[in-house]
């Protein structure tokens, strides 16, 4: 009798090291969100790959033009009292180092 290449199991049913995998993949699809706190502050860190850097940007630590193809993060706060659509309009793009010493 021919083999059958069929999964034995419902499509919709996952492995726990298969949920895990999508979890993983997820958190590399967002670029490590993090969330720092600074000066009793909370804020929300998210680093930018060099090719995912497209566009000039001012870094408010240096006064300096963050270039096309500079890695760097954006910072905005996390627990401000404006909301979330206030503090996501306030965001910033820093230098890496900037950031670290700020």
Same mark, same amino acid.
């Given at each position: @009798? $021919?083999?059958?290449?069929? $999964? ?9 090291? =298969?949920? =895990? ?7 590399? @699809? ?5 969330? =720092? ?30 270039? $096309?193809?500079?890695? #760097? ?21 820093? #230098? ?7």
């Amino acid at each position: @009798m $021919p083999r059958s290449n069929r $999964p034995r199991r419902p499509r919709g049913d996952r492995r726990p090291d =298969e949920v =895990e995998e999508s979890v993983g993949l997820d958190r590399l @699809m967002s670029g490590w969100k993090r969330t =720092e706190v600074r000066r009793g502050r909370e804020y929300a860190v998210q680093p930018i790959s060099a090719a995912s850097a497209q566009k000039d940007y001012l870094c408010p630590g240096c006064g300096l033009i963050i270039e $096309p193809g500079v890695a #760097h993060v954006v910072v905005w706060r996390a627990d401000g009292v404006l909301g979330d659509a206030a503090d996501l309009a306030s965001r910033r793009h820093w #230098h890496n180092h900037c950031w670290r010493t700020a």
